[in-house]
């Protein structure tokens, strides 16, 4: 009689206990989960046109790879200034030159942890030199590369290396004064 009792009470918990446990995962949930990254892929001749189109407003790429650590240290505070400045002054996209056999898995998977919703390509071609001297002559391809072009496509602010958030700031500060 008492092991049927013990029986019944330890069944009775494992049931109460199916029932609380969904309402205990959904506790530390966010109410909506963030959207999935995408990366589209992008070609030179579909980089000249994002890059020499006039627009109504100035814009930043930040070059980058996922194997690259300067260029992970530099993202979150690009994150931040695409947070500050996209909604009113500057459109800002990113271009990874990692391997295109990444564009579904460690690119998207990067961009998501670090919360990045700017526009994102993984450059897609065979040979990157073409379309780095598209950008600047003088640059040889080290990552990270930070371009800051005007509203007709004019380079108007470049870095190599990791950029201070501060320094970017002040350039795209003295872009949108000049442009009111």
């Known amino acids: ?5 013990v029986v019944i009470a330890v069944s009775f918990c494992l049931l109460f206990a199916s ?3 969904p309402a205990q995962k959904q506790k530390g949930r966010p ?4 959207k999935p990254v995408v990366v589209s892929p992008i070609d030179t001749e579909a ?3 994002i890059v020499t189109e006039e627009r109504e407003r100035p814009l930043l790429i930040n070059f980058w790879a996922t194997w690259c650590d300067p260029c992970r240290e530099e993202f979150p ?3 931040k200034i695409d947070a500050e400045y996209r909604p009113h002054a500057v ?25 990045a919703n700017m526009p994102a390509y993984l450059l897609n071609v065979s040979d990157p030199q073409p379309a780095i001297e598209l950008i600047d002559k003088g640059w040889a391809g080290s990552l990270p590369a930070t371009f800051l072009y005007n ?3 004019e380079v108007v602010y470049k870095h190599f290396g990791r950029v201070d958030p501060n320094e970017l700031r002040a350039a795209i500060d003295k872009l949108v004064k000049k442009s009111d």
């Open 1 to 5: 009689m008492r092991l049927s009792r």
């Open 19 to 21: 029932f609380t446990a």
């Open 31 to 34: 109410a909506k989960s963030q």
């Open 47 to 49: 980089l000249k046109t």
């Open 77 to 79: 505070d690009l994150v």
């Open 91 to 115: 459109d800002f996209i990113t271009v990874s030159l990692d391997d295109f056999s990444d564009i579904k898995t460690s690119v998207p998977k990067f961009l998501g942890s670090m919360k």
């Open 151 to 153: 509203a007709k496509g």
